[in-house]
């Protein structure tokens, strides 16, 4: 296999087909370059993440405001409200995924295995 | 190291009875392995199906503690403390206690033969289950470290693959862990659900942890693969499994997201919803559910009653 530097990013994403996604990792086992290639996206991406969101120039929020069938269903709600019509649902706990992982996480490395001898990766 | 491995192997291969002494090997191997020192970098990539991820990572092990560095951030550990940290600032969870170890008797040391790999000379071991391989470890000798780790599913297809790229033997570093932390929790043992068995599929449940709420962990392990079990309120959230692939097991539809060091399942049983979370491939993953609250819904009346006091 050459060089799979144009498929190294959708490899990153997992967006290869399978044997593909094989091929690359083979070929990343003997080939420090393309390792240094993949980690140099990688951290390139890590970069990106963490830049700070910019909010938006006044003249496109006006697209972004609600159409005027969300302010009706918004007055309707707000009435059905008032006379008691809504039934309150249940309150929702949501599944924090990077906290479970985390969980797991300090669980795994206290115990021999597959994943605590190599090092498991930080995130999900 | 070279001897020890091969010492290993051959008394699992014709000293000791085969299964006893191959566990015994296996075992004695992997303990080593989680205080071997080393640094290096590589690539761990995990395929499920059609679904596939993959991440590089930084890996340091000195003095009993341990510094992971991928792209999600990073990870210190020792001991029973683990550190992530999140801008500028550490975060701590500590486990409070944990039962011993076990390696199942369905593993077991298959062929070994000398190899080179990164330069360096390594062990090419075989793990067997029920006769067929797992995974393959090729293991450098000088520090036991496994510098490539190939999982196998059902289909002997390559479900988890672990390479480094990098890699320096007892690194001369210094770590330390952060003075402080932002936070710091504790995993506190908590009370078994009633609806989880002891163990599923040769996964023994070895200890359970209460979560903040009503929810628990459960952690099952076999000695090779692990995984934990969150069990929460019917209600709770999976907005992460929106975009999850539906998979069947026996009739029933569970959700399925792939990264590249865990597999997640998520699914809600009349009762409760849950989620999976580990490194065991698909085929147990398969078994496992099987054997673990099923998908099912509730009927009209117990919604409207459960919407009406929650």
Redesign the interface.
Known sequence: MTHPIDLLSA????E?A?AD??EV?NH??GC?SC?AD??GI??V??WIRGMPVEEAPSPLLPALRPPRWAWAAASIAAAALAVGLV?????????D?DT????????????????????????? | MAKRIATLVLSALFVMPAAAGADEGLAEYLESAMDAEFHGSGVVMCTWGADSAATTYEVTRSDGMSMVQGPDGGLMFSGALTASKAGADWYALEVSEWSAWNLSDRYSLGDSTATIRLGRSATEVNVMEDGRIRARLVIDDESTVPLLTEVFGADGGVFRLAALVEFVAAPAVDMEMPESFMEHEMLMYGEPSSLLPDSAFGYRRTDTYALDGSGSQAFYSDGLFSFSLFEVGRGAAPGDFADGSSFEVEGATYTRIVTASNVWVHWRSPERSYVLVGDLPPDHIEAVLSELPRPGTRGVVMRWLSRLFG
């Not at chain 1, 490899?11 to 997992?14: E, P």
């Not at chain 1, 039934?87 to 599944?95: F, G």
């Open positions: 490899f990153l994403d997992g290869l399978a996604q094989a990792a990343l086992h420090a390792a993949l980690q990688s951290r991406r890590d039934v309150t649902p249940a309150q929702t706990e949501v599944l995924l479970l992982a985390g969980q797991h996480t300090a669980r795994v490395v206290v115990s021999p295995g597959i994943s605590s001898i190599r090092g498991p990766v930080a995130g999900r």
